[in-house]
């Protein structure tokens, strides 16, 4: 028994039918080619990948904040620089609780970056310093080591939740793939240092820790005490802890 069409699938299975009754009735090779080629785009239609947390649709565009991204300057203002960044060469500051410095160059450090999909940063580390659990709804990660010895890993979705772990010396590269948690732990003596290119403009990032227990306002914890299986008193002291942004 064959599967009920998608309303997709009806719609191309009307205009390729109606297609053919013209092409039986002589009518232009051209016709038939537009109406092919509006059952192609029907087919292909998707909807566009969202390039911030929250884009709410409102009826009057006079209102409008943003758009899906940035607004697009005139071309013909467009210069070099849009396209420019410099400083990538200097270290972030290790010296906080988790040891790590993340330095983005995204959409808001180049501009020109709008539309192109990608984005980079550099990650400083303390000797056994960490960028924590942490996940990028938006893009997928390729990180390379310029400097030190990092452990790095991330956990697939339920239900397998399968931890893929790697140790990466100078010039190895490693990808987090997008949405999934992942991590890099500094397991050496001295400083290291990477550079991960991103694949949105603005891939966003949610460390583990600090949205369950830093939110604010802060979640119930009688919520999350039964979620993560702790007494209440843990999931209070821990909501009362100061979580860390190291980007």
């Not at 369950?212 to 802890?241: C, H, T, W």
Request: with cysteine.
């Amino acid at each position: 028994m064959q599967s009920p069409l998608t309303p997709t699938e009806r719609i191309v299975k009307i205009i390729r039918d109606k297609t053919l009754a013209i092409m039986k009735k002589g009518v232009s090779f051209l016709v038939t080619v537009a109406l092919m080629a509006l059952a192609s785009s029907l087919a292909s239609a998707s909807d566009p990948s969202p390039l911030q947390d929250t884009c709410v649709a409102i009826a009057e565009p006079e209102n409008a904040v943003f758009v899906n991204g940035k607004f697009c300057k005139n071309p013909n203002l467009t210069k070099a620089e849009d396209f420019f960044y410099s400083g990538l060469d200097k270290p972030g500051n290790i010296s906080n609780p988790v040891g790590s410095a993340v330095t983005p160059v995204n959409v808001i450090q180049i501009p020109g970056l709008n539309t192109l999909g990608i984005s980079a940063v550099r990650i400083d580390y303390a000797p056994y310093g960490q960028n924590p659990p942490h996940t990028h709804p938006r893009a997928t990660e390729i990180l390379t080591v310029l400097e030190g010895t990092l452990l790095v890993g991330f956990v697939t979705s339920n239900p397998e939740n399968r931890l893929f772990t790697k140790v990466l010396n100078k010039g190895d590269v490693f990808v987090f793939p997008i949405g999934l948690i992942h991590f890099q732990f500094n397991i050496g003596h001295i400083n290291a240092v990477a550079i991960a290119g991103l694949s949105s403009q603005n891939p966003g990032v949610i460390t583990i820790a600090n949205a369950v227990f830093g939110s604010d306002p802060a979640i119930d914890p009688d919520f999350l005490a039964r979620a993560f299986q702790l007494e209440k008193n843990v999931v209070e002291y821990l909501q009362s802890r100061f979580w860390y942004a190291n980007n």
